[in-house]
């Protein structure tokens, strides 16, 4: 799994199964198979490759889909994993994480921290992490470089959707994706050009919207259809 040979590579982690609550934190980067992310906003991804989260205090991440994660979590974010091939996860107190994949991913946590799904949890005293590769300390409070060529808030409405209604958009929209919470492409347009368009008939429940406004990176909301 190219994720745990990125692990391996930066010395971060131990053999899976085992308990270690000090680890340390990578830099960011950005590479095809499995880069490094910062995470200093709310966000959702799909993540086919298996990459390294670092999720600043009171970020709440969404994974759609996993490769085989490693998160680590700072005091307050929130994890939510909907579709996973085996995360490793690492949590400071007052985290919350609902895991409702199938997967048995492993949660090393303090006990302050919540788990809600099938995974392994290993308790710690303590989750400290070593910030000398980021400067000596959190990196948090820059800019996410997950999402820097996202300069437009995209807004979805309304949300929830009742059967029958248009879906409408604060900007143009040129493309959009709708995904199940098992990852499964629903629905797709592209090239379309407009701010409000009419979806086929879909079951009440949630989806994975991704939305593009031209050639940017799309961005993925949750839609509700009631």
Same mark, same amino acid.
């Given at each position: 799994?190219?994720?745990?040979?990125?692990?391996?590579?930066?010395?971060?982690?131990?053999?899976?199964?085992?308990?270690?609550?000090?680890?340390?934190?990578?830099?960011?980067?950005?590479?095809?198979?499995?880069?490094?992310?910062?995470?200093?906003?709310?966000?959702?991804?799909?993540?086919?490759?298996?990459?390294?989260? &670092?999720?600043?205090? !009171?970020?709440? $991440? @969404? *994974?759609?889909? %996993?490769? =085989?994660? +490693? /998160? &680590?979590?700072?005091? !307050?974010?929130? $994890? @939510? *994993?909907?579709? %996973?091939? =085996?995360? +490793? /996860? &690492?949590?400071?107190? !007052?985290?919350?994480? @609902?895991?409702?994949?199938?997967?048995?991913?492993? /949660?090393?946590?303090?006990?302050?921290?919540?788990? @809600?799904?099938?995974?392994?949890?290993?308790?710690?005293?303590?989750?400290?992490?070593?910030?000398?590769?980021?400067?000596?300390?959190?990196?948090?409070?820059?800019?996410?470089?997950?999402?820097?060529?996202?300069?437009?808030?995209?807004?979805?409405?309304?949300?929830?959707?009742?059967?029958?209604?248009?879906?409408?958009?604060?900007?143009?929209?040129?493309?959009?994706?709708?995904?199940?919470?098992?990852?499964?492409?629903?629905?797709?347009?592209?090239?379309?050009?407009?701010?409000?368009?009419?979806?086929?008939?879909?079951?009440?429940?949630?989806?994975?919207?991704?939305?593009?406004?031209?050639?940017?990176?799309?961005?993925?909301?949750?839609?509700?259809?009631?």
């Amino acid at each position: 799994m190219k994720t745990l040979l990125l692990i391996l590579f930066f010395g971060l982690t131990s053999a899976c199964y085992s308990q270690n609550c000090s680890q340390l934190i990578p830099p960011a980067v950005n590479i095809p198979e499995g880069g490094i992310y910062h995470i200093f906003e709310n966000s959702n991804i799909n993540d086919s490759v298996g990459s390294i989260y &670092y999720l600043c205090p !009171g970020v709440h $991440l @969404t *994974i759609a889909s %996993s490769g =085989g994660c +490693v /998160i &680590y979590m700072e005091q !307050g974010s929130q $994890l @939510t *994993i909907i579709n %996973s091939d =085996g995360d +490793v /996860i &690492y949590a400071k107190g !007052g985290c919350t994480i @609902t895991d409702i994949s199938m997967q048995s991913n492993i /949660i090393s946590m303090e006990s302050s921290s919540s788990y @809600t799904g099938n995974g392994i949890v290993l308790l710690c005293p303590s989750v400290d992490y070593d910030y000398s590769m980021v400067g000596g300390s959190s990196p948090c409070g820059g800019t996410n470089n997950l999402n820097d060529e996202l300069k437009k808030e995209i807004l979805m409405f309304p949300n929830p959707l009742q059967s029958g209604e248009n879906l409408s958009f604060n900007e143009t929209i040129q493309s959009l994706e709708l995904y199940n919470l098992k990852g499964h492409l629903l629905y797709q347009v592209n090239g379309i050009g407009t701010k409000s368009l009419k979806l086929p008939t879909l079951s009440s429940g949630m989806y994975i919207a991704n939305v593009s406004i031209g050639d940017d990176k799309p961005i993925q909301m949750k839609l509700s259809i009631e």
